[in-house]
Each structure stands twice: as C-alpha cells, then as structure tokens.
T-cell receptor, first 112, second 115 residues
Framework: DQQVKQNSPSLSVQEGRISILNCDYTNSMFDYFLWYKKYPAEGPTFLISISSIKDKNEDGRFTVFLNKSAKHLSLHIVPSQPGDSAVYFCAASLDSNYQLIWGAGTKLIIKP | KAGVTQTPRYLIKTRGQQVTLSCSPISGHRSVSWYQQTPGQGLQFLFEYFSETQRNKGNFPGRFSGRQFSNSRSEMNVSTLELGDSALYLC??????????????FGAGTRLSVL
C-alpha cells in the first residue's frame, strides 16, 4: 500500500519557467511533509518542509503548498535553473513515529 | 561539522556471499535509518536504529540485518546475496530532539553490485 505517491515519473520544464512537482498521500494522520532533491550517485539532500498546520512554506525559489482536504502537496520552483535537474522525492511522517514514508520520486529535467 | 559517512562507496560481490556496510552519522545524531534504492524505485525503507535499538523495520527478508553501536555508528549486513540485492544503499541520520521534526541527512550511499 503506497501511502505517498508521486504519479509523474518525470517532468521537463524550460529554464526560467515554473516547475511544479506533485505528491499525493492517503494517510490523513501525516503531520509533517518534506521534499528532498537527489543527484545521481549522491544521497538525497533536504530541500524544504511543511507542517500540517500550515498550507504554505517558502524558501527562496522553492515553495511548498499543502492541501489537507485533497491530501495533496506540491513543490514550486521559480524560476527553474539547470542545476535544478534532479530527482525530487516527497516524504511524510507521523508525529508518533519518526519513520519517513517516501514517494517514488519525480525526475525533473530543466531544458536550456 | 562532518556529514554522514558511508563506507565503502562501491562494492562488488558474488551471489551467496555476505556483505557489511558501514555508516557514521553526523556527530550528535542518535537515529540512523537505512534505505535501498534500485533503478526506477523510490527509497525502500530497511530499518531504523535509535540508541542501539531497532525502532522500525521495513518489509525486507531476514537476510537483511543491522545494528547500532554506542557511538551511534551503524552497520548493515546482507547475507546470502542475490542478484536482486544490487542497489544503492543509503544511510540517513537525524537529531531527534524532543519537539523537533525528523529531518534526515543522507550519506552518499554504497553502490552494491552482485554478480
């Protein structure tokens, strides 16, 4: 049972435009969500997070939106840059359990 | 502050052998989690250790085991290797202060190839 789903395996975006990566979840008890970025042959690096008590969190070019009623979150990157080309994972956690539940990842390709 | 260190970076083994992977967490971090990543797959959770105790376990066979030492360093062992065990094995550590949220910091991984 996949509790965190990233339905787009890949996404191609023009440099300078907005990239929108989506993530859906099934467990309404998740209370914290994270986005990680991963380059080939490296471990994932933490990008941005959001608590379930918020609906938006911003950090520079990166903004995460949370829609609890739809059990959906999205990561917006504006403007997209070539260095943003990577695999993006979303993850969720329950307050009572520190384990993170991961999506399958979306490969973002920024075209020059 | 040094990041999460995984050794070795690359490993080649043959079917039936066993392998031990090592992970040194960020200084002060007490939780260590292990993941398996295969091409096209997300991060598959193996297990998590906290204060030398296995706190969470994923759906992997008993051939996969781990342990954590008193200095928080962790090892992962895979016995009777199969071709399907070829993957990138990632270790992550987190601080886990009371009231803080679980941000995991990853090592670069160990790339295991089973021939």
């Amino acid at each position: 049972d996949q509790q965190v789903k990233q339905n787009s395996p890949s996404l191609s975006v023009q440099e300078g435009r907005i990239s929108i990566l989506n993530c859906d979840y099934t467990n309404s008890m998740f209370d914290y969500f994270l986005w990680y970025k991963k380059y080939p042959a490296e471990g994932p690096t933490f990008l941005i997070s959001i608590s379930s008590i918020k609906d938006k969190n911003e950090d520079g070019r990166f903004t995460v939106f949370l829609n609890k009623s739809a059990k959906h979150l999205s990561l917006h990157i504006v403007p997209s840059q070539p260095g943003d080309s990577a695999v993006y994972f979303c993850a969720a956690s329950l307050d009572s359990n520190y384990q993170l539940i991961w999506g399958a990842g979306t490969k973002l390709i920024i075209k020059p | 502050k040094a990041g999460v260190t995984q050794t070795p970076r690359y490993l080649i083994k043959t079917r039936g052998q066993q392998v031990t992977l090592s992970c040194s967490p960020i200084s002060g971090h007490r939780s260590v989690s292990w993941y398996q990543q295969t091409p096209g797959q997300g991060l598959q959770f193996l297990f998590e250790y906290f204060s030398e105790t296995q706190r969470n376990k994923g759906n992997f066979p008993g051939r996969f085991s781990g342990r954590q030492f008193s200095n928080s360093r962790s090892e992962m062992n895979v016995s009777t290797l199969e071709l399907g065990d070829s993957a990138l094995y990632l270790c992550a550590s987190s601080l886990e202060l009371a009231g803080s949220k679980n941000i995991q910091y990853f090592g670069a991984g160990t790339r295991l190839s089973v021939l």
